[in-house]
């Protein structure tokens, strides 16, 4: 029994999140890339009821710990662990308080040390909308790149037996 890759292709996940609004982007991207990772994780494991319970449809481990697995299965290097780190702050920094938006302080600081990503013309945005810009595309770009990486990943025929 496979995990699979998410159930929408990448490219429907995209155009659903042409109708969002700058919120719910960055949250719908973190658990869509929670979704990959757990399930490109989940391929390399035994098919056993451990694996299923840590990493199966139903696994609640939030993002960074999911990257620090993918990490350590060689499925993403250490610039994409960093970046996933930074995307999950500002995720959570986003989720935990109704008030944070993309004008805060914080979550500006936060998403101009995000070295992943480089938008021509960033300089020149006014700061809530470079903040907003830099979150998304490194959330579209790691959800097109993972989902690409993942598709071709075998699931493991080692039933640990």
């Known amino acids: 029994m496979s995990a699979g890759l998410p159930e929408h292709n990448v490219e429907g996940f995209l155009t659903r999140l042409n109708g969002e609004s700058p919120r ?13 990772l757990r399930s490109a994780v989940f391929r390399r494991l035994c098919n056993n009821t451990s694996s299923i319970e840590l990493f199966g449809k139903q ?3 939030g993002l960074v710990v999911l990257a ?14 960093d970046a996933l780190k930074k995307f999950a702050k500002a995720r959570n920094m986003i989720v935990h308080s109704w008030q944070t938006d993309f004008t805060d302080t914080a979550l500006n600081k936060l998403a101009d040390t995000i070295q992943f990503v480089v938008i021509k013309g960033e ?7 470079r903040c907003f810009a830099r979150l998304d595309y490194l959330g579209i770009y790691l959800a097109e790149e993972f989902f690409n990486r993942f598709k071709s990943i075998p699931d493991t025929t080692y039933d640990g037996g």
């Open 123 to 129: 300089k020149d945005l006014p700061p809530h909308q």
């Open 24 to 36: 719910s982007r960055i949250l719908l991207q973190s658990g869509f890339l929670e979704e990959l």
């Open 59 to 61: 696994s609640s481990l």
């Open 68 to 81: 620090k697995y993918a990490h350590a299965l060689g499925l993403i290097g250490q610039a994409e662990l």
